[in-house]
């Protein structure tokens, strides 16, 4: 087996170099388990067998599977115990403190450290301790036998306020599911209908001015995927941004890096198929700099970082950071999800291909395909295969087409998927291909910008790419046309 398909790699793989450092200097130096780590961190020995006999040879007789479950074990502990401030481990151990306290019998020390707990909960938005820290309050003031009547009354709203967070949850994902088998619902009146029902509940309607920041927040991201899904765009943006605000003001809350960096990959995602270069620039800056410092304890946002700068760089046509970032991203990939990694692939292919770079374009694109073949991502492949219809076009690798063609036509009809702006891209480049030359060229490609322009909004944005990228494409070649039909008539 290669190790580096084991958790346990994969967890030291995922450290980051403050963790390590932790790790190394807390770690036992003269066990095996050390041993382990320091074998695996050298990056050379990948083969088990080879692994376990050199453990063998530094009079190690435990199994490898064995010793690998406990250095696991001691990483995921100093994990926690580096990041102590920032985990709900943090809160457990203080509620075991007031548990002891209070078997002690020091009833007013754990009252103060229960308040201040509260307090922290709260602020961080851990609302399911509430249930806990009320019933522990209220058994404190039995012992006491001075009961505060101000407990009832705030555990009932904390409660009441759970509920609504937890229906909130139950209505994003119902919708998210649904958007995730159909992409708009802005045609389909019957289904559209069935999620506006779904929305039309008393929670979605703001009752006071004392609701917390998160169910503000949750709301908020809520009326943004729906507005998504009937191709209103400006309202999305709208709640999107308004979320964005608000989390921006609790930077320190639990729940802050779950909800933002979704948030900010769609924010994007919607400037980009909106053509709004300016607020891509403006947005992008601020989003970078916000996502440098969560990329360094959380992939999701190195991922999303990623694709901001891939952005930027397309909009910019400064690729001045492009080679550092491919670097930066091979040496990383492994720690993405899977759907992370196929969207990356494919979006270095992209820059590659804004650059004017179609080899590596190309060679990033059949990485991309080769990827989401094995991991079996039917939509991510069809995206994949478009890009490469797009590069081999440009190439003017015109006989490669058909049978690239009839490969993405088997795709979408196995899994039912419709695309006018696929549809149009093989029609036009076909016309393309047929014209006698640039003079008959240069109306197709306005035609066929024109065409693709009028289309739908989430029907440009098929496959998360086509829009932004075809259309800047489009617009260079009509430009570089006419240029060569001026050079040629002033001969």
């Not at 080879?50 to 994990?79: D, F, M, V």
């Not at 320190?252 to 909106?274: C, H, Q, T």
């Not at 003079?439 to 065409?451: A, F, N, R, S, V």
């Amino acid at each position: 087996m290669d190790i580096r398909e084991d958790i346990v790699y994969e967890v030291i793989q995922s450290m980051a170099d403050k963790e390590e450092k932790f790790f190394v200097k807390s770690a036992r130096k003269n066990t095996f388990y050390f041993t382990l780590y320091t074998l695996i961190k050298k990056k050379e020995i990948y083969d088990s067998k080879e692994l376990a006999k050199e453990l063998e040879k530094s009079g190690c007789k435990q199994p490898l599977y064995k010793l690998k479950s406990y250095l696991k074990a001691e990483l995921l502990q100093s994990i926690i115990r580096y990041n102590k401030e920032n985990n709900e481990i943090d809160i457990l151990q203080q509620l075991s403190e007031v548990k002891i306290l209070m078997l002690k019998g020091l009833y007013s020390e754990a009252l103060k450290v229960l308040f201040t707990l509260k307090i922290s909960i709260i602020e961080k938005g851990l609302f399911h301790f509430i249930p806990t820290i009320y019933s522990m309050n209220y058994k404190l003031g039995m012992l006491k036998k001075d009961t505060d009547p101000n407990v009832f009354v705030e555990y009932r709203q904390h409660f009441e306020e759970n509920l609504i967070n937890y229906k909130l949850d139950y209505l994003y994902y119902y919708i998210k599911e649904i958007h995730l088998r159909k992409f708009s619902i802005k045609e389909d009146l019957e289904l559209r209908s069935t999620v506006e029902n779904v929305l039309d509940d008393p929670v979605m309607i703001e009752n006071n001015s004392s609701e917390s920041t998160l169910i503000k927040i949750k709301r908020y991201n809520i009326f943004s995927l729906y507005y998504l899904m009937v191709s209103d765009l400006d309202e999305s943006l709208k709640n999107a941004f308004k979320a964005i605000d608000l989390l921006n003001i609790y930077p320190g809350a639990e729940y802050y890096s779950d909800i933002k960096i979704p948030l900010v990959r769609n924010v994007i995602l919607f400037l980009s198929n909106l053509k709004r270069k300016d607020l891509i620039e403006k947005e992008a800056h601020k989003f970078i700099h916000e996502l440098t410092d969560l990329s360094k304890s959380n992939y999701n946002a190195l991922a999303v970082l990623f694709q901001i700068q891939n952005m930027q760089m397309i909009c910019s046509n400064d690729f001045s950071n492009l080679e550092l970032n491919t670097k930066k991203f091979l040496k990383k990939q492994r720690l993405f999800s899977i759907d992370f990694r196929a969207i990356l692939l494919m979006g270095f292919s992209l820059v590659y291909m804004k650059k004017g770079d179609y080899d590596n374009a190309l060679d990033w694109i059949e990485k991309a395909t080769s990827f989401c073949k094995k991991h079996e991502l039917p939509y991510r492949l069809l995206g994949a295969r478009v890009i490469s219809y797009w590069i081999h076009f440009k190439l003017g690798n015109y006989r490669i087409l058909d049978s690239v063609h009839l490969s993405i036509k088997r795709q979408m009809e196995k899994y039912e998927i419709s695309s006018n702006s696929y549809d149009f891209l093989v029609k036009y480049s076909r016309k393309y291909i047929q014209a006698y030359d640039i003079t008959e060229q240069i109306p197709i490609l306005e035609k066929w910008k024109q065409d693709f322009d009028n289309l739908e909004f989430t029907d440009k944005m098929h496959f998360d790419t086509i829009y932004f990228s075809f259309f800047d494409n489009l617009e260079e070649m009509i430009k570089s046309h006419k240029e060569s039909k001026a050079v040629k008539s002033i001969r």
